[in-house]
């Protein structure tokens, strides 16, 4: 018995359109996933009051070097000159983001100048292992 032979329109082919469509939502996905904000919110729905006030929240946030160097808003700055920017924009809270190989003291000089300035919320900012 011998086999007939397909015609041109009778072959199995591949149809790439959904291949791309598909691989384009793959990609899309994990690009949200990329760039999504490692904070989470909680929708809460805050109950009405009769009286408030509006209050501004200033943090300051510093990032604490290897070598103990101190970098605020993107240039380095020493412990004088925090403290200096502390007393004049009196902030509510203080982000400190050290180096994990940061000695102990470097933080420590640095959480003394916010106590001194009366920072209400010292925070130390870690990150979570995936």
């Known amino acids: 018995m011998r086999r007939r032979r397909l015609s041109y329109d009778?072959?199995?082919y591949i149809d790439v359109v959904p291949l791309v469509d598909t691989?384009?939502?793959?990609?899309?996905?994990?690009?949200i996933l990329a760039f999504q904000s490692p904070m989470t919110f909680l929708a809460v729905k805050l109950p009405f009051a009769q009286e408030g006030e509006k209050k501004v929240l200033s943090t300051m946030r510093v990032q604490v070097l290897k070598?103990?160097?101190?970098m605020y808003e993107g240039k380095k700055v020493s412990l004088e000159e925090l403290d200096k920017e502390m007393q004049t924009k009196q902030p509510?809270?203080?982000?400190?983001?050290?180096?994990?190989?940061?000695l102990h003291k470097f933080v420590v000089?640095?959480?003394?100048?916010?106590k001194k300035e009366k920072v209400q919320d010292v925070i130390i900012a870690t990150r979570t292992r995936r």
């Open 10 to 12: 009778e072959r199995a």
């Open 23 to 31: 691989l384009l939502a793959v990609f899309l996905f994990l690009a």
């Open 67 to 70: 070598d103990g160097s101190y």
């Open 92 to 102: 509510g809270s203080l982000v400190i983001e050290a180096d994990e190989d940061t």
């Open 109 to 114: 000089a640095l959480m003394d100048i916010a």
